[in-house]
Each structure stands twice: as C-alpha cells, then as structure tokens.
C-alpha cells in the first residue's frame, strides 16, 4: 500500500511538470504568434495632403503601437508627401510611401525601421509583389475551425485561424495556401488573382481513427507509452462512437 502511495505521487509530480512545460511553451509560441497578427490585423487609416513625411509617422504612431525608428541624416522628415488610406494594414501604408519617396522599410514586430541605402532595395522590390489575402476556414458543416495552420506553401510565412475561423496574411502574388488541422485533409489553395477564400476542411477519417484523446489533450496511438482501453458506447450510455482512454505509464 504504501509503494503504491509512491508511485501514485511521483506519477502527479510527472504530470505536474508536464502541464508547466507545455504551459510555458504555449506562451512562447502565443508571444511569437502575436508579433506576426499585430501587424498584418491592425487596421490603420491615414489621410495627409501635402503634408511632412513626420506628420504621416505621427498619425500612425497615435492609432497603433507602431513605433518609427530611422537616421535623420538617411531620411528627411519634412518631405512633402500625400497619403489617403483609409482601413489599410501598416504593409499597404508603407509601401505607398516607399513608392513615392524611395525610402526602405522592415517592420519588426511594433517597430518600423526605415533607411535609403541602396544596398536594402532588392528588398523592397521583393515585398512590392506580395498582396493581402484574407479568408475563412470551415468544416463541411459551415462551422468555423478554430486554431488551422494556413501558411506561404515553401515558406515559413504562416498564421492560424481566429475563434470565427478567419486568417489575414501577406503572400506572394503567386502563393499557394497550405491549409492543415488535426482530423482535416491538408488542402492547397492557390492564390492566383483571388485575395478572399472561403477554405472548406474535409474529415480525414483514417486519421482520426488513429488519434485518442487523452486527459490532458490530444495523441496519436503511436506516440503513447501506455494501453489503450476502448469504452463502448453501451458501456458509457450517451455517444455512438467508442472513446479510448489511457492508462499512462511513467
């Protein structure tokens, strides 16, 4: 009795220091996450006629948490300029700019770097062919799928769906969207002239039956360390489909 008081404690500290790493890797990824969505969901709207390149940053500056770092002998912040977007991404309101004055841009998370060197605009002629795209990801019932991967096929350039199942990303004019969720069909999606899509996710069956829910999540049968025990649906009174439940060995 007391070997199994033992056991039975060592398994709870286990899975205590489970939960905390997986909790603490959820937040490193959340704060990665968020850096990428601030700028490409901040809706920004700047209406400036003939006015200073500063008086433009400044309205920026006063609606967001953007904030503009550049050498004053580069950039010349009194240069007269236009700018009318209304409901624009900071992307499209720099690349306004930097069509019209020749300056250089990087936006690193809140922080927009800008310079004229002419060794950075191979950069900016890369971004020039890039374009917003937005959509919507749905199950074959029409219901939104919260937290699937839609990323710049080749690329790391990626986001994941909002609670209404909705994505924003800036890609290339010729991307194509790789679309993936647990238990889902990965789906590719060429973006072509389109900048709207509505992604509609199938059930991967075989795939689902090869995955069992857990007490702290979701694994792949391979990957447990522990018997699987199959409760039928007479035995529990309520789904028609069996639920498996582990026995986790530590």
């Given amino acids: ?3 199994q008081h033992i056991v039975t404690y060592n398994q709870i500290k286990r899975t205590i220091k489970i939960m905390k790493l997986a909790f603490v890797f959820l937040i490193v990824s959340l704060v ?3 850096a990428t969505t601030y700028a490409q969901n901040t809706k920004l709207s700047v209406s400036v006629k003939n006015g200073s390149l500063e008086s433009v940053f400044k309205s920026i500056e006063e609606q967001s948490e953007f904030l503009f770092f550049y050498n004053a002998r580069d950039i010349d912040k009194n240069e007269k300029i236009s700018v009318e977007k209304k409901n624009s991404t900071i992307e499209d309101i720099l690349k306004d700019i930097a069509a019209k004055t020749g300056i250089v841009y ?5 922080h927009i770097v800008l310079t004229n060197h002419p060794e950075y605009l191979k950069a900016i002629s890369s971004q020039s062919t890039k374009k917003q795209v937005t ?3 749905v199950d074959h019932y029409g219901e939104p799928v919260i937290s699937a991967n839609v990323v710049e096929k080749g690329t790391t350039n990626g986001i994941v769906t909002d609670v209404d199942g909705k994505f924003s990303l800036s890609v290339e004019e010729d991307a194509i969207l790789h679309v993936t969720y647990i238990g889902y069909v990965p789906q590719d999606v060429p973006v072509k002239n389109k900048s709207s899509f509505t992604i509609t996710l199938i059930e991967d069956f075989q795939a689902l039956e090869e995955v069992v829910v857990v007490g702290y999540g979701v694994q792949k049968k391979v990957n447990l360390t522990g018997s699987v025990a199959t409760i039928s649906s007479k035995e529990r ?3 028609e489909n069996p639920v ?3 026995d986790l060995v530590v």
């Fill in 1 to 3: 009795m007391k070997n």
């Fill in 244 to 246: 498996a439940v582990t």
């Fill in 135 to 137: 959509g919507i990801v």
């Fill in 32 to 34: 990665q996450l968020s």
């Fill in 237 to 239: 009174g309520q789904s």
């Fill in 106 to 110: 990087t936006i690193k998370d809140r």
